[in-house]
């Protein structure tokens, strides 16, 4: 079945289902197909022809990485191009129309097929270029490229973007103004392979590039923001919008943001390169990603995800508050294969939230820890979500590197969620679920080989193979392994993975490019170095006032974006200050990829809060602040990074090692004073002492170790002996 993102969530699995759970399974439908609101549902042959479009797609990145390697600037072009072509089939740029709504008129239908006359012009031109260049022609002239190619691409493309959100049809029809700015799109991509093919590619970004560059650049910024707001929303429009403005306004600003400025075509014929679109967060979308949404789709196909939940139930749903652990537990999981924190609150919140608020968790609760766990599962090695392949690709960091670093800190915030609902489930007295409303545990792990591809996964990676190697044979595995289950994938399962994939790839690569705009920007103009500069300035008065700024510019630059995109941009913006500083890449990268994170649950733009909002039903805004106090061991442990570098698996293993128990015992005292319980509940004073003591097990110095361990101890033993005639449940 699939879900459309307007419904209502649907509510806890009817009373039967639950308590048939210890003969079949709680979970069934987490990895079906979630339907976003303003994605088109196609039926006969236009079904046929965009998931056609959508296996190639799958598959020309399969073959081109594998088989056939393309040279990197046409790959990216033609990686860009396709996700615009598909995401524009799929994706309406205004809402569908219904009973309340009614239907586009004749005259905007006719305007919208007008409209492919110069596009198709365009599209023409792009053919007669190539054939004057293959006569031995050195460059076209500039007048052909702006009155035949420039001019009417640019306004067949704001006119088509315009008109787009005008359409009212029914959910299966297609407009004709996407279908202009398919064209568009092809338009603007076969152009800048032929002149990126040729000598003038050398020229970009000086007064001799050809102005066609130019024309065609600003043409697809336009098509990549455009398809951006469709996917993802207008937050990241809005922030990248801001960046293209100061290019042009920024020799009128005063103080370190002034800079001497560029001119349209100076900007226009370099952003468009390795410089800004096609530069790292394109380089990671058209490689990493895409092959690792791959995989995810080869998974939901043979319904490991479903596994997945059901395996995490059978493990937690018995604890008290059962459901609350299990969401932790099966958010973590899913999150090695979905890459973002809004996907894991659907995919996972839709059977967790309902049953949390069954136990006992308010709606607020519920909602606010399937957010902070699905945040988490952007942290969780080895894949972490996208970021982890950006900081690879950014630092020159081998990617194994950075996910041994992220285990201790991936362990510590799971388990400040875990005591953290733990400890309100002790103080409110919650019971865990039934033992017949839990799949048999004897069961599933009969089923234990469909964590095979993930294993296959990190084996390969730390065996020393390629990402691109490894992650290619562990898709292949998952489909040999769907052999052995009740699930097997056949050449139309395998089929419709390559299709899913497709499909969900094109938010994250529409992102990937709007991204790519920002770090253009950043880099072309030079405001990342005058930021470091005004770091730089902080950290003589204070590191730690330079750290806070830091955070606090990461969070805003990340809310209401999705996380590769908020990493990206903080990372172009903050981590060189960062390093500038004196702290070092991998420290410094991390502290601002995990605020990247965590901005999925900050007020007052929180995108993981308000989708679990919207499935417990409660105000959004309050679940948003619920889920920051929930994750906030995510807000203090990227200040562990900088004090005690031996959290990321810098140092000696005793280091390490002791660093990794102290802080774990930190986050305990923590969540305990967080949720007002420790072994019993706990006054105003008790709770300002075991702050201090977090602190102190958390700053990781040996001396602040020492003490923080003897104020955990006499804590322990107070909350002990007052407990004595009333003993309270052990920590599950």
């Not at 865990?432 to 839990?438: L, Q």
Request: net charge positive.
């Amino acid at each position: 079945m699939s879900h459309n993102a307007d419904s209502p969530p649907h509510d806890v699995k009817d009373e039967g289902h639950v308590s048939a759970a210890s003969s079949a399974t709680i979970a069934d439908g987490v990895d079906e197909e979630v339907v976003e609101a303003n994605r088109r549902v196609f039926t006969g042959w236009q079904f046929l022809l965009f998931a056609t479009l959508a296996i190639l797609y799958s598959g020309f990145h399969l073959f081109s990485l594998n088989v056939y390697p393309i040279e990197t600037w046409s790959f990216r072009i033609i990686h860009i191009a396709g996700a615009l072509i598909l995401g524009y089939g799929l994706f309406a740029g205004a809402r569908f129309a219904d009973a309340d709504t009614a239907a586009s008129p004749a005259w905007l239908k006719a305007l919208g097929f007008a409209l492919l006359i110069p596009a198709a012009y365009t599209l023409v031109q792009v053919v007669l270029m190539q054939q004057t260049l293959n006569s031995g022609a050195m460059r076209i002239d500039p007048a052909v490229e702006n009155w035949h190619f420039g001019y009417p691409l640019m306004a067949t493309t704001a006119v088509a973007i315009v008109l787009s959100w005008g359409f009212r049809l029914e959910r299966h029809r297609f407009n004709p103004a996407d279908l202009v700015l398919m064209v568009c799109a092809l338009a603007s991509a076969g152009y800048l392979l032929l002149m990126y093919n040729s000598p003038m590619r050398a020229s970009t970004g000086t007064s001799f590039a050809p102005i066609g560059i130019s024309w065609a650049a600003i043409a697809g910024s336009l098509l990549i923001l455009e398809l951006t707001r469709r996917v993802a929303g207008l937050a990241l429009v809005v922030i990248s919008a801001i960046f293209l403005v100061y290019v042009f306004a920024g020799p009128y600003l005063p103080g370190f943001l002034g800079y001497p400025g560029l001119s349209v075509q100076r900007f226009f014929s370099q952003v468009y390169t390795d410089a800004g679109i096609l530069g790292p967060t394109t380089a990671v979308s058209s490689t990493y990603i895409i092959l690792f949404i791959i995989f995810a789709a080869f998974l939901q196909a043979s319904k490991v995800g479903d596994y997945f939940v059901n395996f995490a139930f059978a493990a937690a749903g018995r604890a008290r508050g059962g459901p609350a652990k299990v969401s932790i537990f099966a958010s973590g999981l899913m999150g090695m294969i979905n890459g973002t924190s809004a996907g894991n609150v659907v995919s996972t919140g839709s059977l967790t939230i309902p049953l949390m608020k069954k136990v006992g968790y308010p709606a607020r609760s519920a909602g606010a820890i399937e957010a902070a766990a699905s945040t988490g599962g952007q942290i969780m090695p080895p894949i972490m979500g996208a970021g982890a392949f950006i900081m690879a690709e950014v630092t020159g960091i081998p990617y194994t590197e950075i996910a041994l670093a992220a285990l201790i800190p991936a362990i510590l915030y799971f388990a400040s969620i875990y005591f953290m609902v733990d400890f309100e489930a002790a103080r409110k007295g919650m019971r865990g679920m039934r033992k017949d409303e839990i799949p048999r545990f004897s069961r599933l792990v009969k089923q234990v080989y469909l964590f095979a591809p993930i294993i296959i996964l990190i084996s390969a990676l730390f065996m020393g193979y390629s990402v691109i190697r490894a992650g290619t044979l562990a898709t292949a595995s998952a489909a040999v392994v769907s052999w052995i289950s009740p699930h097997k994938m056949g050449v139309k399962a395998i089929l419709k993975a390559l299709q899913l994939a497709g499909t969900m790839s094109i938010q994250i690569i529409a992102v990937c490019a709007c991204a790519g705009l920002i770090v253009g920007v950043i880099s072309l103009t030079g405001v990342g170095a005058r930021f470091s500069s005004l770091l730089l300035g902080l950290a003589g008065v204070s590191q730690l006032l330079a750290l806070v700024f830091a955070m606090l510019i990461s969070i805003l630059l990340g809310m209401g974006m999705p996380t590769t995109a908020a990493y990206a941009v903080a990372a172009s913006v903050v981590a060189p200050g960062l390093i500038n500083i004196g702290i070092q890449p991998l420290v410094a990268h991390f502290f601002v990829f995990y605020f990247a994170v965590v901005s999925a649950i900050t007020p007052p733009v929180a995108l993981a809060s308000y989708a679990a909002a919207g499935i417990s039903g409660d105000n959004p805004m309050g679940t948003s602040v619920a889920s920051f106090k929930i994750g906030l061991a995510a807000f203090i442990v990227p200040f562990m990074f900088f004090y005690s570098p031996a959290m990321l698996m810098e140092g000696s293993a005793l280091q390490i090692l002791r660093v990794g128990v102290t802080a774990t015992l930190g986050i305990v005292l923590l969540s305990g004073m967080v949720q007002k319980w420790f072994f019993g509940p706990v006054n105003g004073v008790t709770r300002v002492v075991m702050l201090i003591g977090a602190i102190f097990l958390i700053y990781g110095g040996i001396y602040t170790d020492a003490l923080g361990l003897a104020i955990g101890a006499a804590l322990f033993v107070m909350q002990r002996k007052q407990r004595a005639n009333t003993p309270s449940p052990t920590i599950s």
